[in-house]
């Protein structure tokens, strides 16, 4: 067969299926329902609050806490060097560096789970990588973080080497008491965008 | 029958086509840009520019607007690169194919030095016109196309356009 | 995910070494399919020899074709892509100068540093004329400054302008490829080439 009619054949047909796939699949940087459905269903996105504590004690630079509840409530009680991002105020452009990016590793906390996983599933659906949940919220990093429960004499030892640890982390971190004390230390100023080269645009043609 | 002879050691077109368009696309792949040529020659002459005449150089209302754009040494550039494979790799295919030899290509009818003329006045031209406007035959044209630039587009049709159109003037050169 | 330079994959020096290897394929291909001829090249404008034509096009579809599915596949953000700008008055002369250029000099940038690459000595003209060209542009740019910047479209890309998906755009294109195609090869039957 003559190469332009075979040429003609093939780039017809690629042109054909083209012209007829649907656009918006070729954005790949959204995730399906259903990918979002495993991941949800995976609960990986959850971080122990024994580990947000290890490092904010250990003093990780990589970790980066957001307070995803109102700036009233952020005001009244914040973990240390945590920024605030309301969820409402999530898809807002003013924030997209400090959630779509490749540095730190974003820790979402609210009161409970249920309004960080929601701004999880968000920046999840908006393919951002690096994003976790503080499982159970502040409600239960008081319980397991700053006011431990002594665990009975039978527990095994492991229970109270966990419980020594976070007796030790709960007291570095001004718990020991209740919340209700009043938290004179500032906000945490917003740290530097790090982003590397990841917007940069390309220079191409002859220019 | 030379025509015959010449054409088998050349490669069908249409895979030259595919070929030429998976480097194209390879380019965009690695590095998020088409092929170009006259960019890595201006590039060349702002350099030349630069080492010879620096006080022009910092004066002159081009080579300011090229350096706010540019940093670092224009030689040190992705078109450079490019244009040193290009020169590597049409020697590779010559050698391959014994298409090394000095020779003056040029109609019967006319002379070689005609020839030599016609092929200086063209490149003026081509250079005066590449970045006039941004870029020649395969920086503009064929990449722009490659991403559907309406800038590509038209350049493409610009060029091929008026070359169709005077090719009766000029038909001596070549036929 | 490409582009591999966007996302970090590969280091900006890798990049360059790269686009040496891309280099070696563009100026290999041009080679090979004739491009170092200049009787050859020009050969589309009189009918007797359509490779550009033939080759030029297979090129741009494959690479549309090529960097639409790719971005299907998930392979590729084509946000990141380089789009060349529309200056819409400077495209247009500076094509209509390149035309000119080109039926005189019977080359254009690209292929002619592959003919010099093979010993045509026309060629190593058309490379000095590019140089000179080149440097009357930047010595003159305040004459042609307001020109060069006039009608700035932005970033336009041909579906965009036309209304249509990309997809449908790039059908489009192949079909009058392929027409094109078919009357190449006709006069390609009815005009003589010369011997070169």
Redesign the interface.
Known sequence: MKSRIIIAIVFLSLGLIIAFVPENTTSQYKLSAAELLDEVKGETQFVHPDQVADMIVQDQPTMQLIDIRSKEEFEKYALPEAINIPLDNILSEEWKPYLNQDVYLNVFYSNGTTRANEAWMITRQLGYKNNYVLQGGLNYWVETVLNPEKPDMTSPDDEFARYNYRKAAGNALGGGGTIEQKQDVEPAKLPPIRKGNKKKMVQGGCS | MMRNRKSRSYINPYLGGVLLGLTVLAANYISGRGLGASGAMKNAIVASVEAVAPAHAENAAFYKEFNETHTGSPLNSWLVYQMLGVLAGGFLSGVIARRMTWKVEHSPKISSKTRLVAALAGGILFGFGSQLGRGCTSGSALSGMAVLSLGGFLSMMAIFGTAFALAYFVRKLWI | ????????I?SPNT????????????????????F????KL?????G?D??VL???????????????????F?????T?????????W?????????????????????T????????????F???????????????G??L??G??KAEF?G?????K?FNL???????LV??A??VM??IA?KAEKKFK????
């Open positions: 995910m490409g582009p591999l330079i966007v996302n970090d590969i990049n360059m070494l790269l686009a040496f290897f891309i280099g070696i394929a563009f100026g290999f291909i041009l080679e090979s399919s004739g170092s001829s200049s009787r020009v050969g589309v404008f009189y007797y359509t490779v033939k080759v030029f096009f297979t090129g741009a579809i494959t690479a549309m074709l090529g960097l639409l599915f790719f971005s299907l998930g392979w590729m953000d084509l990141y892509i380089y789009i060349n700008p529309t200056y819409l400077s495209t247009l002369v500076g094509g209509v100068i390149m035309g000119a250029g080109f039926i005189l000099g019977g080359f254009c940038p690209g002619s540093v592959c003919a010099a690459a093979i010993g045509k000595i026309d060629a003209l058309f490379i000095a004329g590019i140089f000179i060209g080149i440097f009357i542009f930047m010595e740019y305040p042609w400054e020109l060069y479209l970033y336009l890309k041909m579906n302008y998906s990309s997809g449908l755009f790039v059908l192949i079909a490829a392929v195609f078919w090869e080439a010369p011997e070169y």
